[in-house]
């Protein structure tokens, strides 16, 4: 058999020795993936390769269980907490000593007043009964990950609600309606599949400041670099399991009067309502295991899952909201005869979501400034509009003209905390939104109910709300991209730098012409606004080894030329 002649030569190579340290598991499972995927997956050769793939991760499985050693890469918490490859920087060790920096942390807030505030709690003692919401996405060892971390939690007198596999949006939901002190979330969000993730959020259930972040960062290296053995007596009745999704729907329907999101009315409207028909595409991930609850159990062929199985590899895709994943929801559309049309796809822990009618795809930039316009004039509810600096200027032009104020501050949802209870809507450039009333964290779940009733209230596609708004205040075409490059911290931040010569008032060079500029943003990374209110920006992932660049056009045309003119600036400063 071919199969069993590639497989073996694959193994020779990625295996060089039997220490689990030498051998690359997700590199060998990537290139098994791409295999299986020119095959069916009813066919001997599909069903092989699986066997071949289930047998690397009982070796990264066996990694994860075993594995004494530091983590390869230094734990660092940033926007979205911790994320690194699963067993060799996120095994059952180092979460542990991560955990027993968390419970430091606590420790910590009975002397530090600055700290507790943070923390949302008074003390120690408080945390402990308060206790902590324990979830995770569809990665592989999750599972194991996350009882692990319960031992340590429950041996040292800290109360679990143990959530199993579930959502962003459904575990912040169950912080604040259980008033829980903290949540651990073990998701990399729309990471590869080698990747796992650690997130802490703290008593107002949103992303923790750096304050939290840095502490739990420092802690976690001393413990690591110590690698002192704990003994741990789990107390199990100490745990408790709950259903994230009961959280999340009772915290939707006590928001409504801010949101006007009745999520009962909208479902039920949905089921007797035969002029629409919904696609929603899991990527395997997280939403699988509660999205038919979300839907109350509604079974009728209108409505539609997607990649609903469970597969830790997400078929060998990149597991995230983008053009290209979105063709699966598209196809299903097209082939409705429902007039009314709704396509949905999330990231694997459904904290991002993009949106389509069949035809049109709408992305975070606009679906952001459409839900801000929704909110306002359709359910009459006032406040101001809050989006991340490197999204479009379209929510801009809306805020004007409701007379509101827009708050734009540097990328990561954490930054929207200061107006979580005052903007109608905050939303990112990555596909993250949430509403007033609902968490400070981003959730896919909302953004999916508050399409529902765009498209079922207002008896017409995404697509086509979104040509009226464009008519009334002006069109937009943002885009973004990114580009790996070899350097990192202060060295890449130096090399940034360089673009410091661009300055308000000066000149960009773009499609062979001289633009004017007339305002630059330095908040995060470089944003360079054009008289004409188009615009480009760079700065570094603050997740990955790459740089983004975000642009901005008045016409497509004008759009491409930035992208043009964005990587030519990366070009001039030696990045690419």
Known sequence: MEQFNQTKDLFNIFFPSKKHADRNYFALINEL?????????????????????NKVYDRVFDEMLHNIAPPV?????????????????????????VTWAIIDLYKEANTSASLAAELGVKNLSEAQKRGCVLGFDNRFGNKLLAQSISDVLTA?????????????????????????????????????LDYGGFKFNAADAGPAGPIITDFITSKARQLINK????????????????????????????????????????????????????VVDCVHGASKASIKEL??????????????????????IAPEPSSANMAHAKASLRNRPEPLKLGVIMDPDADRIRFTDGEV?????????????????????????????????FANALAVSFHEEVFEPKVGFKEFKPVIDKALVCFEESDGITVIGHTPEKDAYIGLILAMDMVMSQNKNLGDYLI???EQYGYYFPDKDGVPVSQKGTALNETLAKLDSYKAGGTLVVAGHDREIAQVINIDGHKIILADGSWLMIRPSGTEPKVRFYVEGRSADDTRALFTCARNLLKEIGLV
């Not at 009745?237 to 729907?249: C, D, F, G, L, P």
């Open 73 to 97: 890469n230094n734990v660092k918490f940033g926007t979205s907490g911790w994320r690194g490859i699963i067993g060799k920087d996120l095994f059952v060790k180092s979460v542990q000593q």
């Open 468 to 470: 009226d708004l464009q």
């Open 227 to 278: 690698n002192e053995s704990k003994i741990i007596h789990p107390q199990n009745s100490r745990q408790k399991t709950i259903n994230a999704m009961e959280s999340w729907q009772s915290l939707v329907r006590k928001g409504k009067s801010r949101h006007g999101l009745d999520y009962d009315s909208i479902i039920k409207t949905f089921e007797s309502n035969h002029k629409i028909a919904l």
């Open 33 to 53: 993936v791409k295999i299986r995927r020119q095959y069916d997956p009813q066919s001997q050769a599909y069903l092989f390769l699986q066997d071949k793939i």
């Open 156 to 192: 040292n007198d800290f109360n679990v609600y143990y959530a199993g596999e579930a959502t962003t949006g459904t575990l912040s939901a169950a912080v604040l309606e259980l008033k829980a002190a903290f949540s651990i979330n073990l998701t990399p969000s729309h990471n590869p």
């Open 295 to 316: 839907f109350k159990g509604i079974n009728t062929e209108r409505l539609q899952f997607l990649r609903k199985s469970s597969d830790p590899t997400f078929g060998g």
């Open 361 to 393: 795809e709408i992305d975070m930039n606009k679906f952001g400034a459409m839900a801000f316009h929704f909110l306002h004039e359709i359910k009459h509810k006032s406040g101001l509009v809050a989006k991340t600096v490197a999204t479009s200027n």
